[in-house]
């Protein structure tokens, strides 16, 4: 299994989600409302395993099909909702920079979330920071369990979005 490994934060991700964000801009074009860099290593500082989160929102739900095929052909793996409604998970074409695709729709919760728990930390960098640390432990915890990494964390994330 691959181990949860937690890195300082390093500049070069927001490049990273730059070069991603143009790729599937250029096959979406106005599909797509909002590409949003969210996850950890959006919050400049925070430490994060060294994966690139997007969120692709869709202009209107209906055009699924089509930005699923024109993902499909960049190399995308589409997977389900992996259980969170209305967030729809591709696997990243092998060789690529590390990274987790999702498209969600209008409306979509998954999609607010992310967005809202982005920017708060953005904006609040000692509840980065106290994020950043509570990371590095459980992964040394849940080393092997990334189910049992990402429950772990539920308290906090929550937490984070009842004070945003």
Same mark, same amino acid.
């Given at each position: 299994?691959?181990?949860?490994?937690?890195?300082?934060?390093?500049?070069?991700?927001?490049?990273?989600?730059?070069?991603?964000?143009?790729?599937?801009?250029?096959?979406?074009?106005?599909?797509?409302?909002?590409?949003?860099?969210?996850?950890?290593?959006?919050?400049?500082?925070?430490?994060?395993?060294?994966?690139?989160?997007?969120?692709?929102?869709?202009?209107?739900?209906?055009?699924?099909?089509?930005?699923?095929? @024109?993902?499909?052909?960049?190399?995308? =793996?589409?997977?389900?909702? /992996? &259980? !969170?409604?209305? +967030?729809?998970?591709?696997?990243?074409?092998?060789?690529?920079?590390?990274?987790?695709?999702?498209?969600?729709?209008?409306?979509?919760?998954?999609?607010?979330?992310?967005?809202?728990?982005?920017?708060?930390?953005?904006?609040?960098?000692?509840?980065?920071?106290?994020?950043?640390?509570?990371?590095?432990?459980?992964?040394?915890?849940?080393?092997?369990? @990334?189910?049992?990494?990402?429950?772990? =964390?539920?308290?906090?994330? /929550? &937490? !984070?979005?009842? +004070?945003?």
């Amino acid at each position: 299994m691959n181990p949860i490994v937690i890195h300082d934060y390093d500049p070069r991700w927001p490049e990273q989600f730059a070069t991603l964000r143009s790729r599937i801009a250029g096959v979406l074009g106005p599909l797509a409302a909002a590409i949003e860099h969210v996850g950890s290593t959006a919050v400049p500082g925070l430490a994060a395993k060294a994966i690139i989160d997007l969120d692709v929102l869709l202009t209107t739900a209906a055009d699924f099909p089509l930005v699923a095929s @024109r993902l499909a052909s960049l190399g995308y =793996k589409h997977e389900g909702d /992996l &259980g !969170i409604p209305k +967030r729809e998970a591709f696997q990243a074409p092998p060789d690529d920079i590390h990274h987790h695709l999702y498209v969600c729709p209008p409306g979509s919760g998954a999609y607010q979330e992310h967005i809202t728990f982005r920017d708060f930390l953005r904006a609040h960098p000692q509840d980065a920071e106290a994020y950043g640390t509570l990371k590095r432990r459980l992964a040394v915890e849940f080393s092997d369990d @990334r189910d049992g990494y990402t429950r772990a =964390k539920t308290a906090f994330v /929550l &937490g !984070i979005l009842r +004070r945003a």
